[in-house]
């Protein structure tokens, strides 16, 4: 016995339906194949952003698995269901086992990355090493300051309501620590496998300190100083960007980072002038 013509019709609607979802399934992991082999992550250069890197590769399989999966789940039974027209619906309790598996296998796998997540994040939030290199980063319409402590390592105290053209910072002249403060543009110098504190901060607006190659994102709040740290290890120049639309000039906020050998870092540093 035939099936009725509006059953029929929504057979064939179902079967496109169904084709459709295939189609998105084969455009989706395709087009993520050929962009992967394009623009991919910037270089590592950094131990931290390797932790960074191992999250990022979870999370894509794990979403992968189940973008793929769901997609073909629903294409098959789009197509292959409904076909003859006298097929009936089913309810849950006459397939608990399958219920129960696309219940619980997603949710242990959901929960498995809230657990590495936090994992992450300790690894990477933690106190800095006390050899560390301190350094802070002031944010500002449109670009970056660079403070280095000088000598001896220590920032002169600033003060917000100091802040004039002549002293950007709003750095305070009676506290003598900030004497042999240098201050540099827009050029950031780090040392080789020497972990490095970065203070942020920003005089202005939010804005937000981006190294793509050391996975390092981090907000500049106005009135607040945020502290991250991390451990170059690779040579070489990267970029410094802006990661917070915060102005007509935003895209201009780029800036070089110099990863070097101490030597080659001491040397830098001492022909930069001091602030006074
Ligand atoms: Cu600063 Cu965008």
């Not at 099936?3 to 189609?23: K, N, T």
């Not at 269901?81 to 997603?106: D, K």
């Not at 933690?126 to 220590?154: C, L």
Request: charge should be positive; aromatic fraction near 12%.
């Amino acid at each position: 016995m035939g099936a009725e013509p509006q059953v029929r019709d929504e057979r064939r609607a179902g079967m496109w339906v169904g084709i459709l979802i295939l189609f998105i399934l084969v455009a989706g992991s395709g087009s993520f194949v050929i962009a992967s082999h394009k623009w991919w992550l910037q270089p590592l250069a950094s131990e931290q952003g390797r932790v960074i890197d191992e999250y990022f590769v979870w999370i894509l399989a794990v979403t992968a698995i189940a973008f793929v999966a769901s997609h073909l789940f629903l294409a098959i039974g789009l197509i292959r269901f409904g076909a003859r027209g006298n097929e009936r619906a089913s309810y849950w309790h006459e397939h608990l086992g399958a219920e129960l598996t696309w219940t619980i296998v997603p949710a242990i796998a959901f929960i498995f990355l809230g657990i590495l997540g936090v994992f992450t994040w300790s690894r990477i939030y933690s106190a800095p090493p006390s050899n560390a290199e301190v350094v802070e980063i002031t944010g500002r319409q449109f670009f970056w300051y660079v403070r280095y402590p000088g000598p001896d390592g220590k920032f002169g105290r600033v003060d917000p309501k100091r802040i004039s053209v002549s002293n950007p910072l709003g750095l305070d002249p009676s506290d003598p620590a900030g004497k042999n403060n240098v201050l540099v543009v827009n050029e950031l110098h780090l040392v080789n496998n020497r972990p490095v504190e970065v203070r942020i901060r920003s005089v202005d607006v939010i804005h937000s300190f981006f190294l793509p190659n050391f996975r390092v994102k981090q907000d500049a709040v106005p009135g607040r100083v945020a502290e991250i740290w991390f451990t170059p290890d690779k040579p070489g120049t990267y970029q410094i960007a802006c990661a917070q639309l915060c102005g007509v000039g935003h895209y201009t906020m780029r800036g070089n980072v110099t990863v070097d050998t101490q030597a080659a870092f001491d040397t830098w540093l001492k022909q930069q002038k001091p602030i006074r």
